[in-house]
Antibody, heavy 120, light 106 residues
């Protein structure tokens, strides 16, 4: 049974760096084909893909946010960490982590999401 | 980026209706398309992938079709639990989502 859960601060100040952790179970990020992605959703708005990390430590980032994002994995802890620098109020959103499905860059299992508010 | 244009943005329908949601990609995506359902306050749920493959456990009233740049999600007979938002996502290139369709009860 695959589960994922996001954790991190609920409130960050503008210009600060956000660090979110995705803790998962039911799969290993050392298995060929496996990946974990981050997706966010501002209140009342659409989903936006942010980043993806693969079993072989390859990484992909949203072109529009690439300069601000870093994704890393700790296979021994079953965790994936996303950092986003220079946070702004427009980054207020629910942040989801999700399991890469069927060896394609789609997402078949999702965490519950965590709401991050950016405000001074 | 490949842009995904989803239509309509909102839709009112009744239980038992047949509804269709369309997604158009800015370039061909070779059936690399997934559809998700999202209910308020919940994570998205994968419904279909590879344009027409039904995810395990998803009712057969959901179907997908299309090719090239144009894809559709069809719900053959709406059930009360189907009123939700729906998103398409291409995975031909770095993932991008459509803007969503909110399906409301008429």
């Amino acid at each position: 049974q695959i589960t994922l859960k996001e954790s991190g601060p609920t409130l960050v100040k503008p210009t600060q760096t956000l660090t979110l952790t995705c803790t998962f179970s039911g799969f290993s990020l050392s298995t060929s084909g496996v990946g974990v992605g981050w997706i966010r959703q501002p209140p009342g708005k659409a989903l936006e893909w942010l980043a993806l990390i693969y079993w072989d430590d390859d990484k992909r980032y949203s072109p529009s946010l690439k300069s601000r994002l870093t994704i890393t994995k700790d296979t021994s802890k079953n965790q994936v960490v996303l950092t986003m620098t220079n946070m702004d109020p427009v980054d207020t959103a629910t942040y989801f982590c999700a399991h890469r499905g069927y060896n394609w860059n789609l997402f078949d299992y999702w965490g519950q999401g965590t709401l991050v508010t950016v405000s001074s | 980026d490949i842009q995904m244009t989803q239509s309509p943005s909102s839709l009112s329908a009744s239980v038992g209706d047949r509804v269709t949601i369309t997604c158009r990609a800015s370039q061909g995506i070779s059936n690399s398309l997934a559809w998700y359902q999202q209910k308020p306050g919940k994570a998205p749920k994968l419904l279909l992938y590879a344009a027409s493959r039904l995810e395990s456990g998803v009712p057969s009233r959901f179907s997908g079709s299309g090719s090239g740049t144009d894809y559709t999600l069809t719900i053959s007979s709406l059930q009360p639990e189907d009123f939700a938002s729906y998103y398409c996502q291409q995975y031909y290139n770095v993932p991008t989502f459509g803007q969503g369709t909110k399906l409301e009860i008429k």
